[in-house]
């Protein structure tokens, strides 16, 4: 048999699914995927059922249908402070996965070097691969999880084609504050470098921090793409609704493979969200306070119960330190795996995020109905005993 790609033994399985999977067979409670276990608003869901009678079920136009892609450029255009074409500067794609991959093949050519944190999203580095393109890490350095800006400049000094950046940060909570996106706007200008932005998680942010778009500083509509999706903002990650932004320049590359990749969104989901995207202000400022709920209870929870762990700015993820609860010489993977068995509390190995040799982190989340978080909070309270 002629020989398959070998591109692929260059990463590996996502470890996040791959635990989603385990917690399913073990009927665990899942703090690995980053979904909720509630309902997206009643507004979606009814107009939903309404879709699901009366269409459309055929395909839509490549790039998303006109009165969906009208109502999203309303809604991004009033958080970015800027006009956008919906004809021109957005296209609908099958979850922010695929805005990315779309973008990183229309921006790159096998060889480029492309700049991204660590840690950061799993997916990215695969993706990078897949396109042929060469990972460049820059370190967050924890517990504030801050980067070194001449360490920063240095991968620049490399030649980047582009970096991408998860703003707020998945794994890690960080939200980038305006000096330090300022600081790698003025890097991306002077060495002529693409920002590739993963803003999915742009409406959780906790007091005190503030969300800014990479595409609203100097100099970086020209040079940036937005990525993003319905999936956290309104509670429908199944819906596989994303999108991309730029100007039109970037904005014709993309639209060809995000053609020839998916052909188009899903039409009746996209017809059923329009209503979340009329959503007026109060409704981002109910959700962020839900979150803020959420994250209250599990981050106590987890205090009182003494699991070191970063207390996040954003997103709906925390990072926790198990090096007291592992076996010596024990993989973070395996603990995971055994943590799912003996616990019934799924959990995402560190490993999958960092590109340092991290062995003793991993990712919770805490997307979750109260009575859900409390139990898995009970389950972890017995961790040590259950994991010796």
Same mark, same amino acid.
């Given at each position: 048999m002629q020989e398959t790609s070998r591109r692929n033994s260059q990463f590996t399985e996502s470890l996040i699914r791959r635990m989603t999977r385990l917690a399913l067979a073990s009927n665990a409670i899942n703090l690995a995927q980053g979904f909720p276990n509630f309902d997206p608003p009643k507004a979606l869901t009814d107009r939903l059922a309404e879709v699901s009678a009366?269409? =459309?079920? /055929?395909? =839509?136009?490549?790039?998303?249908? =006109?009165?969906?892609? &009208?109502?999203?450029? *309303? *809604?991004?255009?009033?958080?970015?402070? &800027?006009?956008?074409? +919906? $004809?021109? $500067?957005?296209?609908?794609?099958i979850g922010s996965t695929e805005a990315m991959v779309d973008t990183i093949f229309a921006l790159t050519n096998p060889g480029d070097r492309v700049a991204l944190f660590s840690p950061s999203f799993e997916n990215y580095r695969a993706q990078l691969i897949m396109a042929g393109c060469e990972p460049v890490f820059v370190p967050l350095m924890p517990p504030d999880f801050r980067f070194d800006p001449e360490v920063l400049e240095d991968a620049f000094r490399l030649g980047l084609k582009a970096m991408i950046i998860c703003n707020p940060s998945n794994p890690s909570g960080r939200v980038f504050t305006r000096e330090e996106l300022s600081l790698i706007a003025q890097l991306c200008v002077k060495y002529d470098t693409y920002a590739i932005m993963d803003e999915v998680y742009e409406h959780i942010v906790y007091e005190g921090n503030v969300h800014t778009y990479m595409n609203s500083l100097p100099g970086m509509w020209e040079r940036t793409v937005s990525c993003s999706s319905l999936s956290k903002t309104y509670s429908i990650t199944g819906w596989r609704l994303g999108y991309a932004i730029a100007p039109w320049e970037l904005m014709v590359r993309i639209k060809q493979y995000h053609d020839f990749n998916a052909v188009g969104a899903a039409s009746p989901l996209m017809e059923a969200a329009i209503p979340g995207l009329e959503m007026p202000d109060s409704y981002y400022r109910e959700f962020a306070d839900h979150y803020a709920h959420m994250k &209250?209870?599990?981050? #106590?929870?987890?205090? @009182?119960?003494?699991? =070191?762990?970063?207390?996040? /700015?954003?997103? !709906?993820?925390?990072?926790? #330190?198990? @090096? +007291? !609860?592992? *076996? *010596?010489? /024990? @993989?973070d993977v395996a603990f995971c795996e055994e943590m799912v068995e003996k616990v019934g509390v799924a959990c995402v190995p560190g490993s999958s995020f960092f590109r340092e040799n991290v062995n003793h982190i991993v990712r919770f989340h805490f997307a979750k109905k109260d009575e859900t978080l409390y139990e898995a909070l009970e389950r972890l309270s017995d961790l040590k005993r259950k994991m010796a």
């Open positions: 009366g269409g =459309p079920h /055929q395909y =839509p136009i490549t790039m998303g249908a =006109p009165n969906f892609r &009208r109502a999203l450029a *309303k *809604k991004c255009g009033r958080f970015m402070g &800027r006009t956008l074409d +919906p $004809e021109t $500067e957005i296209v609908v794609t &209250r209870i599990f981050i #106590d929870g987890v205090r @009182s119960l003494g699991i =070191p762990f970063t207390d996040p /700015q954003g997103t !709906y993820f925390v990072l926790a #330190d198990m @090096s +007291p !609860y592992m *076996k *010596k010489g /024990q @993989s």
